[in-house]
C-alpha cells in the first residue's frame, strides 16, 4: 500500500453519496469583472529551480536551514507579513527534528480569508525506487515539494503588486509533510504531514478560519492530470468546483479533470479535519497512468519534470479564483 493513500471504504461510501447530492449544486463561475490576472510561469520555474539548487530540503539539514531563510526573505520581498511557526517534531521513528511551518499574510486586517498551502520539506528516502541501492537516498523534490511552493510564491509576488485584492489571503508551506512511514517499514497512523497536523492544533492566530483552503502538491508535470481528490470532495465540494470550472473556464480543461480521483492523505485532510476548515488538494494523480508522477519518491523528481504550461494552468487558476470572490 503507497503510504500517502489510506482507502477508507467507510469513509469512500459517505463520500460517493455525497457526490450524487453534490452534483446537483455545482456552483456557476462569477460573472463579475476581474483585474487583469498575471501570473509568470516563468518566475514559478526560476522559484522553484532556487529551491532545488540548495539540494534535498530534508529536517535537520543545511540545505533545509538556507531554504527555509530564502523562503522567508523571498515572502517578506513580495509584501507579505510573514511569520514562521517553530516546535521540535518528533516523528515516527522516535528522532526529534525542529519544524518551520513559514506563514505569509496579505491583507491580515481582513477577517474574510483564503488559506493557500504546500510543503516545503523533501523526502529522506527515495522508498518507490527499483534499484535498492538508491533507496536511503533523499528525494531531490522538484516536483513533490518544489512546485507547490514556487507557484505559491509566484501568486504572492502577484499578489503583493495588486491593490484590488477582495479578501485576505494566507500562504503557509508546511514542513515535516513529507517525513511519513517508508515502504519498507510497518505503517504508522498519523506519520506523514506533521507540520500541518500541528498548525491545526496550533494555528498562527487563535480562531482563525477561512472560507476555504487550497492545497498544491505535484503541480508541475507535463500533462498533469488533476481529479477530484475524494476527500476534498466530501469535506469542501463548494471550493472544489468552484476552482475546476474556473480553470474549465480558463482554457485549462485538459489539466483539471472533472471526474473523481484518489483518496489521498496530504495536508489538507488534517486542515479539514483539525482545523475545521474546508480543503481542497490540487495533486497530480491518475490511477489509470499509475498513481502519482513518474519520478514520485526517487531519485528522479527533479527539474527535468518540471513544465511551465502546467505551471501556469494552476498558478493562473487560483489567482483567479482568489479574485472572484
Known sequence: MNKKIFLYTLLCLLIFSACQSNK?????????????????????????????????????????????????????????????????????????????????????????RVLLFAHWDCRPWSDMESDAKERMKAVL??????????????????????????????IIFFDLEDYGVPDWERDVKNSWCLG????AKHPHKNAYNARYGILLDMVGTKNACFMWELFSKHYASQALYKVWNQAQ???????????????????????????????????????????????????HDDMRHIDK?????????????????
Open 196 to 199: 500541518s497536523q500541528y498548525w
Open 24 to 112: 446537483k449544486s455545482k456552483p456557476s463561475i462569477s460573472t463579475q469583472p476581474l483585474p487583469k490576472i498575471e501570473f509568470s510561469a516563468d518566475s514559478a520555474y526560476r522559484y522553484i529551480a532556487e529551491q532545488v539548487a540548495f539540494g534535498p530540503r530534508t529536517p535537520g539539514s543545511k540545505a533545509h536551514q538556507d531554504c527555509g531563510d530564502y523562503l522567508y526573505t523571498k515572502m517578506q520581498s513580495f509584501g507579505a507579513q510573514v511569520q514562521e511557526q517553530k516546535a521540535d517534531i518528533t516523528t515516527w521513528d522516535g528522532k526529534t527534528f525542529p519544524m518551520r511551518n513559514i506563514i505569509a499574510s496579505y491583507l491580515p486586517e481582513k477577517q474574510e
Open 309 to 325: 504550461a502546467t505551471l501556469q494552468a494552476v498558478g493562473h487558476t487560483v489567482l483567479s479564483v482568489l479574485y472572484s470572490e
Open 141 to 170: 523534490g522538484a516536483n513533490d515539494g518544489a512546485s507547490g511552493v514556487g507557484v505559491l510564491m509566484e501568486i504572492a509576488r502577484q499578489l503583493g503588486k495588486q491593490n484590488q485584492l477582495p479578501i485576505g489571503v494566507d
Open 249 to 299: 473556464a480558463l482554457g485549462y480543461g485538459q489539466y483539471f479533470i472533472q471526474g473523481d480521483g484518489g483518496v489521498l492523505t496530504d495536508d489538507h485532510l488534517y486542515i479539514n479535519t483539525l482545523a475545521g476548515i474546508p480543503s481542497i488538494d490540487i495533486i497530480d494523480y491518475d490511477e489509470s497512468r499509475g498513481g502519482f508522477f513518474e519520478g514520485w519518491h526517487t531519485q
